[in-house]
């Protein structure tokens, strides 16, 4: 994946420390309302009604240090998008950071051999801060085609240390492969059925929850 990210041309931005931007001190009259940190950035969002959740990933490769945008759809067609940030900018009232963004695209050819790509369309989306631990961000796109946009319904985010995806997997994921897997097995016996059913829900969440939980080597 190091090669994939220096391909793409991921070393171009380091995101966790806001493009370079430190935060300037403030009074205590502006103090009073929730700006955007570094701090803010190194951390997971999590939307339960929405069954979404996203992070940005810092990396470094080559030398260099690099974000990539991870969204977590867990809804009712798991997948999980991965963004490249091309550039983000800082609202006046440090309270919004607007970030654009292009996914990775992956395609299979018939020799199994994966080849990516970045998209041609630029997206773009808006993170803002209303409290110390809750965040504002919109969703748009069809519910097998879901990611952060300008538009579209917005979810209020809660900030978190530690990834949502186990959960959020289990949780949300699970009863829809259970489903699925069901009915591929039902020309098998009812205990059968639901012993393959469960088997492959099981590796199905472990699967999302590892793809969320992206590792560099």
């Known amino acids: 994946m190091k090669r994939l990210m220096v391909k793409l041309g991921l070393t171009v931005m380091a995101l966790g420390t806001l493009g370079g931007v430190v935060a300037p001190s403030v009074s205590a009259s502006a103090a009073k309302k929730p700006t955007i940190n570094n701090t ?5 969002y999590k939307n339960a009604k929405s069954k979404t959740a996203f992070y ?3 990396y470094k490769s080559g030398g260099k ?4 945008l991870i969204f977590g759809d867990f809804g009712s067609t798991p997948n999980v998008k991965y963004g ?3 550039s983000t900018k800082l609202s006046k009232n440090r309270q919004t950071l607007t970030t654009k963004y292009k996914l990775i695209q992956f395609k299979t050819a018939d020799n199994n051999k994966t080849t990516t790509s970045l998209t041609k369309k630029t997206y773009t989306f808006k993170l803002t801060k209303k409290s110390s631990t809750k965040f504002t961000a919109k969703i748009a796109g069809t519910k097998a085609n879901r990611r952060l946009a300008t538009t579209g319904k917005t979810y209020t985010y809660t900030k978190t240390k530690t990834s949502p995806a186990a959960a959020y997997g289990k ?3 699970k009863p829809v492969l259970y489903k699925q897997y069901m009915k591929a097995f039902e020309s098998l016996d009812a205990t ?8 492959y829900a099981n590796t199905g969440v472990k699967t999302m929850t590892n793809n969320f939980n992206y ?3």
């Not at 803010?40 to 997971?44: C, E, G, I, P, V």
């Not at 240090?65 to 990539?68: A, E, I, S, W």
């Not at 059968?192 to 088997?199: F, G, H, I, L, P």
């Open 192 to 199: 059968n059925q639901k012993k393959y059913a469960n088997q």
């Open 40 to 44: 803010d950035l190194k951390r997971y």
């Open 56 to 58: 940005f990933k810092t």
């Open 171 to 173: 949780k949300y994921v």
């Open 215 to 217: 590792k560099t080597k």
């Open 65 to 68: 240090t690099g974000t990539m």
């Open 84 to 86: 490249v940030p091309t």
